[in-house]
């Protein structure tokens, strides 16, 4: 545990210190806040669902750019190999990684508070939708974040890290359409496996617990795969 | 401390250890000598638990790596070849992590950071960042970082190599202080620099181990003989012939200006050279031993070693 927490807060403070993650939070916080801001859900509604329909496909691309250093940059430079010859874990590299950069997701899905408090200040807004839809933003990010470290796991170079990334992520997340052309039953079964799948339940405030455990469940899965990944390189 | 049995490795097709077996003791100072590409550290590596072996089995500290490789790490400090550091880091908080990812007890970690950066004179420099530093100061965090948890195995890659001839010095008298408390593996393709700091060496090329001594027996590895290189001025012809007739010439050859004398290891013939030569009445210009140096061990252990085959 002390190694995980040492790990990820390097990271986090690894992020505070470059431009990376203040540039990904000015992008999200400007192009959310407008369109936040022209969304008519935020008048007619007093609902942050103009936020977070885009806020949610924003996250898939910006989580692939959060991520993309985390290990390739490590392996380009070299630093991987004092990492790994540490008394840590691969596991723990990877969680602690995961961890730092969850954070950054989070501290900017904390900068978005205003949005409902600006909604609070002019009128009454359901709580119970913006409760969930951001619990569906944080789950969605994190899954994305564990994508995104995976794609880091497997190359050296960062370009090539985001794209595998955002190429995982967008196909998980459009799955969804494809089911719509497919045989009622496949095209319902496949609709499960979609990223998007769930969001819209979140987003109106219905917690499916299906939902959650399928996040999750994403999360691990390449969580894993990335100590995996790690663990490989020391047969290369 | 250190035990290799067998040790293959393969990347891909290539192999790039064959076979090797050595052993470090408690408190030895061994260095591991070869050409660029001969498998040091890819050796090292595998040693220190980045890489994995195709084949055969590597203790350190008393641990198998293969299975206890965690524990065995607890015990290994490492310099890296290239020594790569967060650049984006102070010093200061570099050490701090590298001594919390090593275990260093909670309460020591503060005193020992200022141990260490005493110890490496990096006092000044504490709160740069390491992207800062210049490729010297770089190589002094590294052995820092190497030293903080005051491991009993210290495994360095070329601790010396890109550094100014001070810094050298400095690095190799901190070696020999580290190495009275602890074992050390250190790999280089100076052979000067083993000849000062170690107590064993192993010579590795293409792979496989061609030699292994200590250190005095180093020129008798070589089934010794010595040369002397001299300048004369005179016929070529006539010197090389009054050369030869010296007690204890074994051979003479003249590459111009130069004539190469090679003798038996442990006869120093160059009096009787200096006499013969002046009362022939020829002007002698220069007169040296010549040092064997690493590149002719080498050419020597490994042509040896091509025609035994």
């Known amino acids: 545990m002390r190694n995980i927490t040492t790990i990820a807060l390097r990271e986090f403070k690894s992020y505070l210190a470059s431009p990376m993650a203040y540039v990904v939070t000015g992008i999200f916080l400007v ?13 007619f509604e007093t609902s942050i669902r103009g936020f977070l329909g885009t806020g949610s496909l924003l996250l898939l691309l910006l989580a692939s750019v959060l991520t993309m250093r985390l290990l390739a940059e490590e392996r380009k430079m070299g ?70 470290l995976f794609a880091s796991s497997l190359t050296s170079n960062q370009i090539v890290a985001a794209v595998v990334a955002g190429g995982i992520l967008f196909a998980l997340w459009f799955l969804g359409m494809a089911a719509d052309l497919l045989p009622e039953a496949l095209g319902e079964v496949i609709g499960y496996f979609s990223l998007s799948h769930y969001f819209p339940d979140l987003m109106r405030g219905v917690i499916d617990t299906r939902g959650i455990i399928y996040y999750l469940s994403i999360t691990v899965l390449f969580l894993f795969l990335a100590i995996r990944s790690l663990e490989n390189s020391r047969w290369s | 401390m250190i035990r290799v049995e067998n040790l293959t490795k393969y990347y891909g097709k290539r192999l790039a250890v064959d076979n090797i077996s050595f052993n470090v003791e408690r408190g030895e100072i061994v260095g591991f000598l070869g050409p660029n590409g001969a498998g040091k550290t890819t050796t090292m590596r595998i040693l220190t638990g980045f890489l994995a072996p195709t084949q055969g089995e590597v203790w350190v500290a008393d641990y198998d790596m293969s299975q206890h490789s965690l524990e065995a790490r607890q015990h290994i400090g490492y310099f890296p070849e290239a020594m790569p550091l967060y650049s984006d880091m102070t010093v200061r ?213 091509k025609t035994s085959q």
């Open chain 1, 31 to 43: 192009l959310t806040g407008f369109l936040f801001s022209i969304s008519s859900a935020t008048y």
């Open chain 1, 79 to 148: 630093t991987l190999e004092l990492l790994l010859t540490a008394p840590v874990r691969g596991s723990e590299v990877i969680v602690g990684k995961f961890l730092g950069s969850l954070g950054i997701l989070t501290a900017m899905l904390a900068l978005t508070f205003y949005y409902p408090i600006i909604l609070m200040w002019f009128g009454d807004p359901d709580w119970g939708p913006i409760a969930t839809g951001y619990l569906g933003l944080f789950l969605l990010g994190s899954a994305s974040l564990a994508v995104g």
């Open chain 2, 93 to 305: 908080s570099y050490l701090d992590f590298s001594s919390r990812l090593r275990g260093l007890d909670k309460n020591r970690i503060k005193t020992r950071v200022e141990e260490v950066v005493d110890i490496c004179h990096l006092e000044e420099y504490i709160d740069v960042l390491i992207g800062k530093l210049s490729k010297g100061f770089r190589q002094r965090v590294g052995v820092a970082q190497a030293i903080i948890h005051e491991p009993g195995v210290l495994i360095l890659d070329e601790p010396t190599i890109g550094i100014d001839p001070i810094q050298v010095a400095m690095t190799r008298q901190l070696v020999k202080e580290l190495g009275k408390e602890r074992t050390i593996l250190l790999s280089t393709h100076i052979l000067s620099e083993v000849s000062v700091t170690c107590d064993r060496v192993i010579i590795i090329n293409e792979g496989r181990i061609i030699a292994e001594d200590r250190i005095e027996n180093l020129s008798s590895l070589v089934s010794g003989s010595r040369r002397i290189r001299l300048e004369v001025e005179g016929p070529a012809e006539k010197v090389a012939e009054r050369l030869r007739q010296i007690e204890g010439v074994l051979q003479v050859s003249y590459e111009d200006p130069h004539y190469i004398v090679e003798c038996p290891a442990g006869q120093d013939p160059r009096g009787k050279i200096m006499q013969a030569i002046v009362q022939s009445g020829w002007n002698l210009l220069s007169l040296e031993s010549m040092e064997m140096s690493l590149e002719d061990i080498f050419l020597k252990l490994t042509t040896e070693e």
